[in-house]
């Protein structure tokens, strides 16, 4: 049915920015919440931020104030600015479909495949 596919990862070095897109298909993006997710070495897959149909967003505390995700939905597509990138954001970040308006954002069986960012010291 729905598919995601992110794109925009790289490299970086610490300090520098990256921005994420989600693309999705299936007529399925607009009326749901959308999160982020990253997993990073030694560490279980964490949400990173979501946000919701209407475009209120929250965020977990580790990148709260440096990234912002936002939503275009006449593209289908969701946004993860990320600023002041530090080493410890390095991970696969995989995009989502919520199966909530809003929040608690809960996950669907829809995922990206996911994009790999590498921040330098």
């Known amino acids: 049915q729905a598919q995601l596919v992110e794109s925009g990862g790289g490299l970086v070095q610490a300090g520098g920015s990256l921005r994420l897109s989600c693309a999705v298909s299936g007529s399925l993006f607009s009326p749901k919440a959308m999160a982020w997710y990253r997993q990073c070495p030694g560490k279980a897959r964490e949400l990173v931020a979501t946000?919701?149909?209407?475009?209120?967003?929250n965020y977990a505390d580790s990148v709260e104030g440096r990234f912002t995700i936002s939503r275009d939905n006449a593209k289908s597509t969701v946004y993860l600015q990320m600023n002041s990138l530090k080493p410890e954001d390095t991970g696969v970040y995989y995009c989502?479909?919520?199966?909530?308006?809003?929040?608690?954002?809960?996950?669907?069986?829809?995922w990206g495949q996911g994009t790999q960012v590498t921040v330098s010291s």
């Open positions: 946000i919701t149909s209407g475009g209120g967003a």
């Open positions: 989502n479909l919520g199966r909530r308006y809003s929040p608690p954002y809960i996950p669907s069986e829809y």
